[in-house]
């Protein structure tokens, strides 16, 4: 008897063909698994049709879309042990690549019927599911700037494109991070707080790494003077990510914590995962262990932390 799954399908995510895309998946997966296939509309998104699915008992859910599609979709399943499968076919495919999930229609699939499960963390930003990041300032500003008619036309580089565009009006805002034992206040540009990201996701790399099993969230300040400034702190943080090494410029800190609650002056735009949800203030809490996901592996890095250099820097710590 076959195992049985619900397969959440977003129809406008990526630049394929979207009838084509759902037509393989089902040639490989349904000799082996039953799938119960929904599709997300304008008007019902992955999280109700994930939280319908849930209520059903479904063995397993299937999320195929951009990593919004994937977040929604998540969050009717964080804290159970319903495991999770990832066909990734959006924009910057970031989370199946930073689990080393196969981006591929049929890698993907393989990964689903024969790779292991693991349990990784989530968190939750303002009540909201989050499976990546959570970006403030810069980064939510560059993201709102590609459109999707650009993401579709010229894929991952729409995000270039718009973050050379957002350089033109690179702005400073005064930010207050409260963790579980500090609070720290500093000026910065862009603010990232991160449960899984890539190296090519430069602003939230500034410890070694990411490591998205420990518990902890990775929050990455950049604090640029100028544009330039700016494009070479970008630029070390490409390097350091590319060697799994952490930054060591003083307009970059980062540390990490179960717990951040952060505000900005003035108030700052939010993307989370891909995905405009408002301004500042934002409270973010990880959820250990909270995804049980089918991946083909795992490795993790020691954490660290650094804060000394940033600008206007005080650390409070709390009784």
Do not use: W
């Amino acid at each position: 008897m076959n195992r049985s799954a619900c397969l959440i399908f977003n129809p406008v995510a990526g630049q394929g063909d979207p009838e084509q895309e759902l037509e393989v998946i089902r040639a490989l997966l349904e000799p082996e698994i039953d799938l119960d296939i929904y599709q997300t509309t304008p008007e019902v998104d992955a999280d109700q049709l994930a939280q319908a699915a849930v209520k059903r008992g479904v063995e397993a859910i299937i999320a195929s879309g951009g990593d919004g599609t994937l977040s929604a979709a998540a969050m009717a399943i964080v804290g159970t042990d319903i495991p999770f499968g990832i066909i990734s076919r959006g924009t910057a495919n970031a989370f199946a690549a930073a689990l080393r999930i196969p981006n591929t229609i049929d890698a993907a699939c393989q990964t689903i019927l024969q790779g292991a499960t693991r349990y990784v963390d989530a968190a939750y930003c303002n009540g909201k599911p989050m499976v990546l990041l959570a970006g403030i300032g810069f980064e939510a500003e560059t993201v709102e700037l590609a459109d999707r008619d650009a993401k579709r036309r010229f894929g991952i580089m729409a995000y270039v494109l718009a973050g050379v565009q957002q350089l033109r009006n690179l702005q400073s805002f005064e930010v207050e991070i409260e963790t579980e034992d500090k609070i720290i206040t500093t000026t910065a540009s862009a603010v990232t707080v991160a449960n899984a990201a890539l190296p090519s996701s430069v602003l939230a790399q500034g410890p070694a790494g990411i490591i998205y099993d420990d518990g902890l969230l990775d929050l990455t300040i950049v604090a640029p003077e100028s544009k330039a400034g700016a494009i070479a702190a970008t630029f070390h943080l490409l390097q350091t990510a590319s060697m799994s090494s952490a930054a060591e410029r003083d307009d970059i800190g980062y540390l990490r914590a179960n717990y951040f609650k952060i505000k900005a002056e003035p108030p700052q735009k939010v993307v989370l995962d891909g995905e405009m949800i408002g301004t500042t203030p934002i409270e973010v809490h990880c959820v250990p262990a909270g995804l049980k996901i089918f991946v083909p592996f795992d490795q993790a890095l020691s954490p660290v932390e650094k804060l000394e250099g940033l600008p206007n820097l005080t650390v409070e710590m709390k009784e």
